[in-house]
Nanobody, 122 residues
C-alpha cells in the first residue's frame, strides 16, 4: 500500500516536497516513481528511482527542478519540487513496480498510491 502526502497550495516559485510511504517489508525491492495528472490531461510520468536509490530518471523538462530520493529504512520516497510553476498543478501519484527499471516505469506500474493535489498559483 502506498500513501502519498505533502501536496498543497503554493505560489509560483515556491518549493514543495511530496512523500510516499509504503507498507510492507520489501520496499527496497521496488522501483519507485511519481506520475501526475492535470485536469483534462492524461497522466504523465514525472520521475523514477532505482531500488537502491542510486539512479534516477526524470521527465526531461522537469530535470533540474525536481529531485527524487528514497529512504529504504523508512520505506519512503520523496519528491522535492523547486521553482514550481502553475503548469505543475496536478494530482501527483506515487507508483511502485518490482520488475520495471527507472527507464521503463514511465510506461506503467503495478501499484499506485491515492494521489495528492498540488496547486501552484501564479
Amino acid at each position: 500500500q502506498l500513501q502519498a502526502s505533502g501536496g498543497g497550495l503554493v505560489q509560483a516559485g515556491d518549493s514543495l516536497t511530496l512523500s510516499c510511504a509504503a507498507s510492507g517489508r520489501t520496499f527496497s525491492s521496488y522501483t519507485m516513481g511519481w506520475f501526475r495528472q492535470a485536469p483534462g490531461k492524461e497522466r504523465e510520468f514525472v520521475a523514477a528511482i532505482s531500488k537502491s536509490g542510486k539512479s534516477t530518471h526524470y521527465r526531461t523538462p522537469l530535470e533540474g527542478r525536481f529531485t527524487l530520493s528514497r529512504d529504504n529504512a523508512k520505506n519512503t520516497v520523496y519528491l522535492q519540487m523547486n521553482s514550481l510553476k502553475p503548469e505543475d498543478t496536478a494530482v501527483y501519484y506515487c507508483a511502485a513496480d518490482p520488475f520495471k527499471v527507472i527507464t521503463t516505469l514511465q510506461y506503467g506500474a503495478d501499484y499506485w498510491g491515492q494521489g495528492t493535489q498540488v496547486t501552484v498559483s501564479s
